[in-house]
């Protein structure tokens, strides 16, 4: 079983929809979670981190299933500008902090 | 303005050649990472340092090196032991090492190998 697995879209959506991603991860002593999206050709920039089981920002909300180990991130109302890569992160802790990163979700909004 | 810049934006190199990719942050951040990012696929830990002249192998080290000579500089070289350089390399830091840490990236280097 890969370490972050996510449906690589893409998801072709109208404006105005509401759109979930999901992202199912192996490792359960995984501590900490984050969304990060990234434009094409462009760095992954922090959409949202999630520490418990969930959190929300405007349109954005981001679930964390422990027991099913699964991260969702539902958009609501879709703007043109939300067409990225949205990526889904793991961390497992340690001395190392460093992150695993999903393939990442594609998502097209169409006017 | 705080930041992570890297520079060059884009860089060509011949076979056989070593290449330095610069990295600099004014963020006042302890830890920095090195990441490569190929076609399709989720980004790949080259190396980290949690403090000045400190640094640790990350997934995929072989044909890369690094140096932790200041606070603000991860510079990254990719020897020729490097196989398949032709990738876009990122630069990332945080306020330290450890779960909770978010990292924030810079624009990235895209090198081609001729």
């Known amino acids: 079983r890969k370490e972050v697995e996510q449906d690589p879209g893409p998801f072709n959506v109208p404006e105005g929809a509401t759109v979930a991603f999901n992202c199912t991860y192996s490792?359960?002593?995984?501590?900490?979670f984050f969304w990060y999206r990234q434009d094409c050709r462009k760095e992954p920039k922090l959409l949202m981190s999630v520490y418990s089981s969930g959190n929300e920002d405007g349109r954005f909300t981001a679930q964390l299933n422990r027991a099913s180990q699964y991260i969702s991130l539902l958009i609501r109302d879709s703007k043109l500008s939300d067409s990225a890569t949205y990526l889904c992160?793991?961390?497992?802790?340690?001395?190392?902090?460093?992150?695993?990163f999903g393939k990442g979700t594609k998502l097209s909004v169409k006017p | 303005d705080g930041g992570i810049t890297q520079s060059p934006k884009y860089l060509f190199r011949k076979e056989g050649q070593n290449v330095t990719l610069s990295c600099e942050q004014n963020l006042n951040h302890d830890a920095m990472y090195w990441y490569r990012q190929d076609p399709g696929q989720g980004l790949r830990l080259i190396y980290y340092?949690?403090?000045?002249?400190?640094?640790q192998k990350g997934d995929i080290a072989e044909g890369y090196s690094v140096s932790r000579e200041k606070k603000e500089s991860f510079p990254l070289t990719v020897t020729s032991a490097q196989k398949n350089p032709t990738a876009f390399y990122l630069c990332?830091?945080?306020?330290?090492?450890?779960?909770?840490?978010?990292?924030?990236f810079g624009p990235g280097t895209r090198l081609t190998v001729l």
């Open positions: 992160v793991v961390s497992t802790g340690g001395s190392q902090g460093n992150l695993i």
């Open positions: 490792n359960s002593a995984s501590q900490s």
């Open positions: 340092s949690q403090i000045v002249n400190d640094f």
């Open positions: 990332a830091s945080s306020i330290g090492v450890g779960s909770y840490n978010e990292q924030f």
